[in-house]
């Protein structure tokens, strides 16, 4: 008794899967760097003690909420930027992988403005805590400032978003394209029983696609 034997995938099948997991791998590394960029935002970002003018002095743990305030917009916007890659044409997904480029340039700038002056970075927190406005008087009160990882988490984030953003752009012309009437190749030719009544769902759906239900040059979808 003879085995079945599996068939095996042909070349077109083997380019079409490569193509389709490259899609795939570029929207989910889009969604991960929004993703990282939230997670980030809602964390503490800096650790600052101030000295209050009445008397004393305060810890203070500022999130990315107060350190970055435009990290989210940023963030959400990598996330729908995903969502409309799923269905862009090759124009868009040039269009939107500058976009990822830019974007993640943005998220990187909110990070390192928070590792290179945390105190400025964290000044709504401050005034908040001291009710001193101004970034002379805010550098004033604060004796002691350390950044938190997060911040770093945010930054690869971004990183990953310029990745992305540069392979969606090599790589747009490889990814496939949404099925449609224009990506036939064969033509389809209608089989007519001259004696057998119209199918009006076929000639509904032929109908839909633009065609003429009378031509019998177009073959009825099985």
């Known amino acids: 008794m003879t085995q079945p034997t599996e068939a095996t995938p042909t070349e077109a099948e083997k380019i079409a899967k490569k193509r389709r997991g490259l899609k795939s791998r570029s929207l989910l590394l889009l969604i991960v760097a929004g993703g ?4 980030s935002w809602t964390q503490t970002w800096v650790n600052l ?11 203070l743990a500022v999130n990315g909420t107060i350190a970055a305030p435009a990290l989210t917009a940023l963030a959400l916007c990598l996330i729908a930027l995903a ?14 992988g500058g976009l990822s480029v830019i974007l993640g340039l943005c998220i990187a700038l909110e990070g390192i403005l928070v590792l290179l002056n945390p105190g400025a970075s964290s000044g709504a927190a401050v005034t908040e805590a001291t009710g001193v406005a101004g970034p002379a008087s805010i550098a004033q009160v604060i004796t002691a400032s350390s950044v938190t990882f997060w911040p770093y988490v945010g930054l690869l984030g971004a990183a990953i978003a310029v990745f992305t953003g540069f392979v969606i752009i090599l790589t747009a012309k490889h990814w496939p394209g949404s099925a449609g009437r224009k ?14 009544m ?16 009378t031509d019998p040059t177009i073959a009825p979808k099985p």
């Not at 990282?36 to 997670?39: D, E």
């Open 36 to 39: 990282l960029g939230l997670l």
């Open 83 to 96: 969502a409309a890659l799923s269905i862009a044409g090759y124009v868009l997904r040039l269009l939107f």
């Open 49 to 59: 003690t101030v000295n209050i003018p009445s008397g004393g002095s305060k810890d």
């Open 198 to 213: 119209p199918d009006a769902i076929d000639s509904w759906d032929d109908l839909s696609r633009g065609e003429d239900p």
């Open 183 to 196: 990506y036939q190749t064969t033509p389809r030719v209608r089989v007519v029983d001259e004696n057998a």
